[in-house]
């Protein structure tokens, strides 16, 4: 489990792809601190850790990671966001990622609102709009950030100075593919809402007045 909160920013230095599946290498300052077999994510990516050293460490990607992320298309060179898991005494300063990955999404446009935040618009695809919610959360390359607008195709998000400087977000352009992972805590209502009281599917039920007294959520 992850909070969103980018550690910093590492640099691909192999990417090596064997069948289906690959192994990325990537230095960074946070190499040493791993163990084998930890999680870290990697552009919002669960990975596990199969070796490290002073200033680098690897990883193995999955058939699936491969090639539903943006890591089938990462470059020698190239630069990736990096956080450490979770840890039971440290704050949740941003919100619960899982690390795996729903869909890419598309960069659509940037421009700068009124108190100098830059927005990025991003497309997503259809069957994975349902999980945005107007000023829910939603994780962009690993960076857990809010939905500031729901529009017809994706959702715009306005991002502080900060994070477009030591995040890999402030050097995308438009057309950039980036990976999108959204709330979790919106999947299992989705999911809840998508079978009926016996759990075996059927009838979609919606959130009424009645179906929220019926549960002793308030009393009418």
């Known amino acids: 489990m992850f909070t969103g909160l980018i550690e910093g920013v590492g640099r691909v230095k192999a990417i090596e792809r064997a069948g289906g599946s690959g192994k990325i290498s990537v230095e960074s300052s946070i190499a040493p601190t791993l163990t084998i077999g930890a999680s870290i994510a990697v552009d919002g990516v669960c990975l596990s850790v199969t070796s490290y050293g002073e200033d680098i460490f690897s990883a193995d990607i999955s058939y699936e990671s491969l090639h539903a992320t943006t890591l089938s298309e990462v470059k020698v060179g190239g630069s990736v966001n990096l956080e450490r898991p979770l840890t039971a005494t ?11 990955v729903d869909c890419k999404g598309t960069i659509k446009g940037f421009y700068s609102d009124y108190d100098a935040f830059m927005v990025v618009s991003v497309d997503i695809p259809e069957e994975f709009r349902s999980g945005l919610v107007h000023k829910g959360s939603v994780t962009v390359d690993g960076i857990s950030l809010t939905v500031s607008k729901l529009t017809p195709l994706g959702f715009e998000t306005s991002v502080i100075p900060e994070t477009l400087k030591t995040t890999t ?4 352009g438009i057309g950039a593919s980036v990976n999108i992972e959204t709330d979790i805590l919106g999947k299992y209502v989705l999911r809840y809402l998508e079978v009926n009281n016996d759990g075996k599917g059927g009838k979609r039920e919606t959130i009424t007045e009645e179906f929220l007294s019926k549960r002793g959520f308030i009393n009418k």
């Open 169 to 172: 977000l402030g050097g995308k």
């Open 90 to 100: 440290a704050p949740l300063g941003g919100h619960f990622v899982t690390g795996h």
